[in-house]
């Protein structure tokens, strides 16, 4: 079993920045790949962007690519998300998921298997 536990989500004005953190714990994490997904109210869960657990690897949805940057930090068992530029659009829960069997450019829902309990982001124009 893996534990998700997201933070730092919050309140911003449009064209401020964020950043989201995801701590993991329980089975080791070295061949997993972690992602964050959005969801918006009244809208399906999107993904977001995804790395691999040495951080080598990563992969962007073209809406956030050159202002989102996804990062992980083996040392401390965490995944980030800095978030820049941000935009009313981008509000929505962010959740952090970990897949055990696909690869980092795995973007289903469906693909990942442990799941972290959401981190509320309001943009404000």
């Known amino acids: 079993q893996v534990q998700l536990v997201e933070s730092g989500g919050g309140l911003v004005q449009a064209g401020g920045s964020l950043r989201l953190s995801c701590a993991a714990s329980?089975?080791?994490?070295?061949?997993?790949?972690m992602a964050w997904f959005r969801q918006a109210p009244g809208q399906v869960r999107e993904f977001v962007a995804s790395?691999?657990?040495?951080?080598?690897?990563?992969n962007y949805d073209d809406s956030v690519k050159g202002r989102f940057t996804i990062s992980s930090d083996t040392t401390k068992n965490t995944i980030y998300l800095q978030m820049n530029s941000l935009k009313p659009e981008d509000t929505a829960i962010y959740y952090c998921a970990c897949t055990s069997y696909a690869s980092v450019s795995s973007r289903g829902v469906y693909e990942y298997d442990y799941w972290g309990q959401g981190a509320r982001v309001t943009v404000s124009s």
């Open positions: 790395v691999s657990w040495s951080g080598g690897t990563t």
């Open positions: 329980g089975r080791t994490l070295k061949y997993y790949a």
